[in-house]
């Protein structure tokens, strides 16, 4: 079983930046492959970036070039860094780790509100 807990949501002026972090209760947090996903109201979850054990990572197109998503194997914990965020980046962003395509945990999530 592996617990994740994220931090670092709240309230944004369009154009501006927030860190996401998950810290992850494993001592084998570097196996596993990790993502943040995020879930709008009356929309489905949907995937916002991953980072593999390799650390090789892909992300949703709307957010290229805007988000970052890093891991620090020593520390157990995810990061996602976004910049320049738009009205439309407002959701719920939930960590999530999976192993093998068959283990597969959530966080709580943590609110992501993009207003002026």
């Known amino acids: 079983q592996v617990q994740l807990v994220e931090s670092g949501g709240g309230l944004v002026q369009p154009g501006g930046s927030l860190r996401l972090s998950c810290a992850a209760s494993?001592?084998?947090?570097?196996?596993?492959?990790m993502g943040w996903y995020r879930q709008a109201p009356g929309k489905q979850r949907e995937l916002v970036a991953t980072?593999?054990?390799?650390?090789?990572?892909n992300y949703a197109d709307s957010v290229k070039g805007r988000f970052t998503i890093s891991r620090d194997n020593a520390k157990n914990t995810l990061s996602l860094q976004m910049n320049s965020l738009k009205p439309e980046d407002t959701a719920v962003y939930y960590c999530?780790?999976?192993?093998?395509?068959?283990?597969?945990?959530w966080g709580q999530g943590t609110q992501v509100t993009v207003s002026s």
């Open positions: 980072i593999s054990s390799s650390a090789s990572t």
């Open positions: 999530r780790a999976s192993r093998l395509g068959v283990f597969v945990y």
């Open positions: 494993t001592s084998n947090f570097n196996i596993y492959t």
